[in-house]
């Protein structure tokens, strides 16, 4: 059993399962797309790591990569989480993780950073991510 925080973001079988629950929600992605998880630990680290969701041609999969800043970071999208929402949510594995999401980001418990514009998410598939997680957008949509 995973039980520390640590532990528990290195647990890459635990957030496989999460995806596969759901991989409906990334069906309209392209490959290559990919949501990051970054410990708010991490954040401030001159290096650290993060945990990625990328899209493979036929699923999405848990990777893990360095984060030496936002302006060296590849993913799309990036949630930066502390230890406590972190085992939170490797905890809901069983159940709906991404409503968790959508209610850590509503509540301020996950910051969000969106790294690319929107037309560029909709046009890598991310409408349903977006739609799921409840991410607020502004603007017109196209």
């Given at each position: ?8 973001f290195l647990d890459?079988?635990g ?35 993060m ?5 493979q ?10 984060f ?6 590849s ?25 968790e999401?959508?209610?850590?980001i509503?509540?301020g ?5 969106v ?28």
């Amino acid at each position: 059993m995973v039980s520390t925080a640590d532990e528990m973001f290195l647990d890459t079988e635990g957030w496989q399962a999460i995806l596969d629950r759901r991989q409906e929600i990334f069906t309209d992605m392209l490959p290559g797309a990919s949501l990051g998880i970054l410990p708010k630990k991490n954040f401030d680290s001159p290096v650290g790591t993060m945990l990625t969701w990328v899209r493979q041609a036929d699923r999405m999969e848990v990777a893990y990569q360095s984060f030496t800043g936002f302006e060296n970071t590849s993913v799309d999208l990036l949630m930066v989480v502390d230890d406590e929402t972190l085992e939170y949510l490797h905890s809901q594995a069983q159940d709906n993780a991404f409503n968790e999401m959508k209610e850590q980001i509503r509540n301020g418990n996950v910051l969000l950073y969106v790294m690319k514009t929107l037309d560029e998410l909709l046009d890598l598939g991310y409408e349903e991510l977006i739609e799921v997680l409840k991410i607020p957008v502004l603007g017109a949509c196209r």
